[in-house]
C-alpha cells in the first residue's frame, strides 16, 4: 500500500509538465493490459483511510450488499472526512489513518476484489466537480451533475483533435489534470511563449474512470498516450512526506 519508488520520477517530470508545448493530437486508445494500466497511473497519489495494519477502511454500502472503501483524490478531504469521523465514532477514528498510496495500486487492488463484495469509491474534490459541470453547460450540454472524478485538457479549438501534449521519448503524451486551475496556470505560462496557441486554447472535460475503462477495453488498434497531472497539493504533500523540498513553479523555456 506504501509504493513511493515511482513517484520521484512522477515528481520529476512535473517540471518538464508545466514548460511543455503543443505536440501531436490525441488518439483512441488500444487495450492495454493490468501492467500497462497501472503503468499509465502508478505517478498519481490518492488517498485512503487505513488501519494500523494498512489495510483500507471498509464500510457497508447502504441499500447494497458488500462494502465499499472511499478513495480521495484529495488529501484534505480525506482529513476532513477522519476528522468528521473520529467526532462521530472516536472508538474506529483513532484507530485509523490517512495514508497516500499510488492510484496504481488501487486499481490493483479494485481488480483483485472484482469478484469479492468490496468496491472501491472514487471522492472526487467537489470544486473541481461544480467546474466541470459548468463547463459541460457551457459547451451546450444538458447537465446539472458530474458523477465522477473530472479530467480537464486542453484543445486548440480550430486544430480539430489537437490537445495540449509533453514529448515522452518518440510520442506525445496528451495531459490530462485533475485541477482545472492547474491546467489554466500551464495554458497561462504557454501563453508568454505561443499566445496565439493558448489563446486558441478551449477546455475540455472528462473522467478518470472513463479514461481507465477506455484503457482497459477499446479496440481500437492506434496506442493512445496520456499523462495525468495530479494536483499541485497532492505533489507538495508526497514531497513534504519524503523529506524533500518543494519546488517552486517552474518558468517557461526561452
Known sequence: MKSFLRWSAAFGLMSSVMLTTLQVGIQRAFALTDEQVMEQLQGVPVFMLTDQRG???EARAEGQDGSVTGVFISQQDAANFLTSLRQNNPQLGQSVQVSP????????????????????QFVPMQPQVQTAVTLLQQSGQDVQEFNSVPLFMARLSNEGDRYLSIQQGEQAAVLLFFKREDLQATIDRLQQEQPDVANQMTIQVTSLEGVIEQLRESEDSEESQILLVPPRESIDFIRQQQGQPQQGQPQPQQ
Open 101 to 120: 498510496v499510488s492510484l496504481a495500486e488501487v486499481y490493483q487492488l479494485a481488480r483483485r476484489s472484482e469478484d469479492s463484495d468490496l468496491q472501491f
Open 55 to 57: 489495510a483500507p477502511l
